[in-house]
Structure formats: structure tokens, C-alpha cells
């Protein structure tokens, strides 16, 4: 059968988010750990990208709060959405939207849900997985950005008292979208923002706010029991 439109729109969301580890992907949300030390200022882009990868190497889970919105020469500016994302390796994500409307996304890395309540039905399909560049998911870039990416510092933004370092990421192999824009922190290289070019230059912006890093997940909050009286679509033909 047919999917509802607004259901096709967050699966191909779903999609393109799993294939950068972000999902709807998708804004997220790193912050090193509390106790650390403000980092010392970078001199070089590679001591800046050395360093974005120490923070992030031994980071096993992510909770986040995030904003997205995508835009395009054609569509413009689309709806903002609302929500929460966690994250555990190697490659579980759960997102939680709340506005405009209540969806979820989840993958325990084999198997994907996308579950509308107020469309009652939930999609079924085998997880997406990554595509050709590697990028299998948002901690897996953060600490490999050496080698997936060709980096480039685009910009240093603000004041004495607050500068984020603005980072231009392009595969270095052929894959599922164009670029990467990296927010960074000064402080302690925290991502602040995160911005996914696709062949198209159609854009899709996550900011993140109340990062937590290696808090404690269940890996029950990655699968998803189907409620009664829900439709189930299978994708996939599983």
C-alpha cells in the first residue's frame, strides 16, 4: 500500500540522517566531558581537528536536545523541528520529535522503526546503513575527521568572550551528500551546530542544546514494541 506523504517525508528524513549517524538528521550535540579543562587555542587546522578527535574518540553515548530545519533554492525554508536524540555505538539512534508533531525514529542497527501516533502506523524496514564514505554514524565522523574529510576552517565567529570555529567538511570519497559545516565551540569543542550540503546544495541545520555525553542509555530505549491498534507497514517487504 501507499504511505502517507508526511510518512515517506520523515523515512527519507530517517534515511539520510542514518546515513550520517545523525538521522533526521538531524542536528546533535557533543560536549566533552565536564571535568576537562578549557582547550588551549589551536594554532594549526590539524591541531584543531586532532584535537576535535581526542574529545570524541572514547565517547560511547550521546543525549541531546536538537532543532532542525531544512532549505532549498526551490522550497525555501521548511518547518522547524523539535526534539531529543540519543545515540549509542556502534550504530543505535533513537529520535524523538515533538514539534511540530510527535514522531520517532529508531535503529537498533538492524532494524528501523518510523512511528507516527497521529497517523497511527508504524514503518518497518531493515536498517539503511551507511553510506560510501564511511560515515556510519555522528561519533564515528567526530573522531575520524582526518580521514573521512578534506577540512577546511571557514570562519571564527564572535567576540573575545564567546568564538566558535566554523568547519568546512568534504568527503574525501564519493557518498550520500556534498559537505559538512561544523559550529564548534572554542571552550572545549563543543558542537554547536551541524549543517548537511547534499548534491543538490539543499541544506539541512541541527543546533543542539543540553549536551550530555556518556550518559547512562538502556539499549531498550533502541527497539520499539509496536502498540495495539497501530498499522504496521513493512518496508521493506520483511
Known amino acids: 500500500m501507499p504511505l502517507p506523504a508526511a510518512s515517506r517525508r520523515l523515512l527519507a528524513?530517517?534515511?539520510?540522517?542514518?546515513?550520517?549517524?545523525?538521522?533526521?538528521?538531524?542536528?546533535?550535540?557533543l560536549s566533552a566531558p565536564a571535568h576537562a579543562q578549557d582547550a588551549?587555542?589551536?594554532?594549526t587546522v590539524q591541531e584543531l581537528v586532532s584535537a576535535v578527535e581526542a574529545v570524541y574518540k572514547d565517547v560511547q553515548t550521546i543525549k541531546a536536545d536538537f532543532s532542525q530545519v531544512t532549505r532549498s533554492a526551490a522550497m525555501g525554508e521548511g518547518e522547524r523541528q523539535r526534539g531529543r536524540i540519543q545515540l549509542m555505538r556502534p550504530r543505535m539512534m533513537r529520535w524523538d520529535f515533538t514539534t511540530p508533531e510527535a514522531r520517532l525514529f529508531v535503529t537498533d542497527g538492524?532494524?528501523?522503526?518510523v512511528y507516527s501516533p497521529a497517523e497511527k502506523q508504524v514503518i518497518i524496514t531493515s536498517d539503511l546503513g551507511a553510506d560510501d564514505s564511511g560515515v556510519d554514524q555522528l561519533l564515528t565522523t567526530l573522531e575520524n575527521l582526518?580521514?573521512?574529510?578534506?577540512?577546511k576552517l571557514l570562519d571564527r565567529q564572535g567576540g573575545a568572550e564567546k568564538r566558535s570555529y566554523v568547519l568546512?567538511?568534504?568527503?574525501?570519497?564519493?557518498?550520500?551528500?556534498?559537505?559538512l559545516r561544523l559550529?564548534?565551540?572554542?571552550?572545549?569543542?563543543?558542537?554547536?551546530?551541524?549543517?548537511?550540503?547534499?548534491?543538490?546544495?539543499?541544506?539541512?541545520?541541527?543546533?543542539?542544546?543540553?549536551?550530555?555525553?556518556n550518559p547512562t542509555l538502556a539499549a531498550s530505549?533502541?527497539?520499539f514494541t509496536v502498540p495495539a491498534g497501530i498499522q504496521v507497514v513493512r518496508a521493506d517487504g520483511m
Open 13 to 29: 528524513a530517517a534515511a539520510l540522517g542514518l546515513a550520517l549517524g545523525v538521522a533526521p538528521l538531524p542536528q546533535a550535540l
Open 168 to 179: 568546512e567538511l568534504v568527503p574525501k570519497k564519493q557518498g550520500g551528500f556534498k559537505s
Open 110 to 113: 538492524k532494524t528501523m522503526w
Open 40 to 43: 588551549p587555542e589551536p594554532a
Open 221 to 223: 530505549e533502541f527497539t
Open 146 to 151: 582526518d580521514d573521512l574529510f578534506v577540512v
Open 183 to 213: 559550529e564548534l565551540n572554542r571552550r572545549r569543542y563543543e558542537l554547536e551546530k551541524l549543517v548537511i550540503v547534499d548534491a543538490f546544495d539543499n541544506e539541512t541545520e541541527m543546533s543542539f542544546t543540553n549536551l550530555k555525553l
